[in-house]
């Protein structure tokens, strides 16, 4: 039985369930999370890792249970017996921010993905002045768009072809930005790259970490990035032959049709195939 109709069998069966995107109703529930979420870390740091990245089911302590209460009630976790709880979402804390995504377990094309090492390079590496308007491309989780908020971008504006995505960035926004403190709001658009913008949009920074999928078997186990050859093919012609992997792009630009070449972050050896088909851009070896 196909790998997929096996699941879908086990998720109407109940043994495979699949969560919506949490959720939150205005900004005091919104701020109720972010401290349930700092009050769990601070007090024990191995058991928030061991619940939103391990994905253990965890037996309460009494000083937890205010915290999860708050946290079931927006979908971070669900009650599975009295006196515990298992994760909805995985939850990942980088540089001051909760970013929610989706369990390792979601396997639908739909999948909200979580954190990886080139996603720290690209939140810490980002090449942000004061005042700029951002555009974040394949949203996600909206961790960049976010990451540019929170460091004094004037607006940010995030574009997704998934409704669970932009629900997932929609919440992070809640728990993550402020108004009291000044950060701008997340906007968001649905559709495919930059088909939803407005004629003759621009922006200051362009940002974007696609989605990965499965390359043809006998290559090792590769990922290859489809959205980034289709957002590399906006900027300059494609060769042919080229192969884009495990490529997280970003591009400083004044438009999306920009001639400048972009800082592109390359998980693979120098020959891999991204950095030979594109000569003229600039790559960050990692690993």
Sequence with gaps: MPDGVWRRFLRSVGVVRQFPPPRVEGDAQARAVRGALEAFLARDEDRFRRLFLGGEPLVLADAERPWMEVLVAAGYVTTILAGAVRPCVRVFFLDELFIATDLLAHHDEDQVFSLMLEQVFLVRSMDLRKGDHVLELCLGSGVNALAAARRGAARVLGVDVSERAL?????????????????????????????????????????????????????????????????????????????????????????????????????????????????????????
Excluded: W
Aim: with cysteine; net charge neutral.
């Design 167 to 287: 629900a997932f960035a929609a919440m992070n926004a809640a728990v993550n930005l402020s108004r009291e403190r000044g950060d701008p709001p997340l906007e968001t658009l649905r559709g495919n790259l930059f088909d939803p913008l407005a004629e003759g949009e621009r922006f200051d920074l362009i940002l974007v970490n696609p989605p990965f999928e499965l390359v043809p078997p006998g290559t090792g186990g590769s990922l290859v990035s489809c959205c980034s050859a289709a957002l590399l093919t906006r900027m300059s012609r494609r060769p042919n032959a080229s192969t884009v992997r495990s490529t997280a792009c970003r591009q400083n630009a004044s438009s999306p049709t920009g001639t400048s070449a972009p800082n592109v972050c390359n998980l693979g050896p120098p020959n891999e195939p991204a950095c030979c088909a594109y000569p003229t851009y600039k790559f960050f070896q990692i690993g």
